[in-house]
């Protein structure tokens, strides 16, 4: 390397020198093009020399312990506590943004703790959390980052979580998704207008990463989608991506929707009312998904666990908290009906807290 390396540098995949000289990343569907110095749109890869480099690897922006189901995840570990840490930086650039403050950053300083993969899974273990989860900004961005620590969370029988946009390229997926246990993933609209408008992105990308996902991985897999106010929350909108969902993706995979509130560059957008998340999971679920959820608000019917074959309530839940619990393994005790997730004999019970940790 070139220039006085941060401590972070670490050697970078997924990028070709073009015939002009340029460097061209092969990580995600932007492919920025770098002269020597230059970031990507994400701004943690950077090129330095003949090379590049992942300006992030080992750094954090904090460490906190979830319940499972804030990812959010519904049939994944129910009940279970997750370790949950980002980096800086996204590949996207959503005006809508929940996480501005990390997913934006731009100052190395924002990165507070020093954490290596091993020091993350023994922590992981050390304090009963079933997983770890890549989150607070998209781990596609900090991708070599993010598979050694899932290759060291799997030697301590620790699972990984990726919540990620899925902006990723086809070749890249294959070996980021072998990583992970788990997956939710943001279709932040059915149409590319918004993806352009908002996102600075495109929609076709997240549909291929969604059903390669679904097709030819064994990595369990839910989808969210904020519901936002004028933008992308038309029943039509909504009758078109069912649509899709079910002959993609199918009737099992669970689908969230969540309520937006007004952040970063859309601070004069309203908050989504929750009848227009209860009308989207009618949509959906008139399409013929069985698992739908509604979130970011207190709303016991959507946020609850229903068996599709007796209607019998599998999951109860008040916000993150489990209060009740009708699921004999992967089937429901009321009447057998095999239910898809990934599920233990019984429930965690870590509860709705959130709460910090320094791995030191």
Not at 45 to 53: A, K, L
Not at 137 to 150: G, K, L, R
Not at 242 to 257: Q, Y
């Amino acid at each position: 390397m070139v220039g006085n390396p941060r401590p972070s540098d670490h050697p970078a995949r997924w990028w070709i020198i073009l015939p002009d000289g340029r460097m061209e990343c092969r990580l995600c569907p932007r492919f920025c093009k770098l002269q020597e110095g230059q970031h990507g749109f994400c701004f943690v890869r950077q090129r330095d020399g003949p090379e590049m480099v992942l300006t992030t690897y080992g750094r954090s922006s904090g460490f906190c312990i979830d319940p499972i189901e804030k990812k959010p995840l519904n049939h994944f570990l129910p009940g279970t506590s997750v370790l949950s840490f980002g980096t800086a930086g996204c590949n996207l650039g959503c005006r809508f943004c929940q996480n501005w403050d990390i997913s934006k950053a731009r100052r190395f300083d924002r990165l507070s703790e020093a954490a290596s993969p091993d020091s993350i899974a023994a922590t992981a273990k050390r304090l009963g959390c079933r997983s770890v989860a890549f989150t607070y900004n998209d781990p596609v961005v900090f991708a070599e980052y993010a598979i050694d620590v899932a290759q060291a969370c799997r030697e301590q029988g620790i699972m990984t979580v990726a919540v990620t946009a899925g902006y990723i390229t086809a070749e890249a997926r294959p070996e980021f998704f072998r990583a992970m246990d788990a997956a939710n993933v943001d279709l932040k609209a059915f149409t590319e207008d918004f993806y352009h408008r908002l996102c600075f992105a495109e929609l076709q990308p997240v549909l291929d990463t969604l059903r390669y996902l679904r097709m030819e991985t064994n990595v369990w897999l839910e989808v969210t989608t904020l519901l936002i106010p004028g933008e992308n929350d038309t029943p039509e909108e909504l009758d078109r991506a069912s649509d899709w969902f079910a002959a993609n993706l199918g009737p099992e995979v669970p689908w969230h929707f969540t309520a937006f509130h007004p952040d970063f560059k859309m601070l004069a957008t309203p908050r989504t009312p929750p009848a227009t998340l209860a009308r989207a999971r009618a949509i959906a679920r008139a399409k013929g998904l069985k698992h739908v959820y509604t979130g970011n608000v207190r709303d016991r019917e959507g946020g609850s666990t229903w068996c599709p074959s007796c209607g019998a309530l599998l999951i109860g839940r008040d916000g993150y908290e489990l209060n009740g619990y009708q699921l004999d393994g992967s089937r429901c005790k009321a009447c057998g009906c095999e239910i898809a997730g990934r599920f233990e004999c019984w429930p965690g019970s870590e509860g709705a807290h959130r709460q910090s940790v320094r791995l030191s």
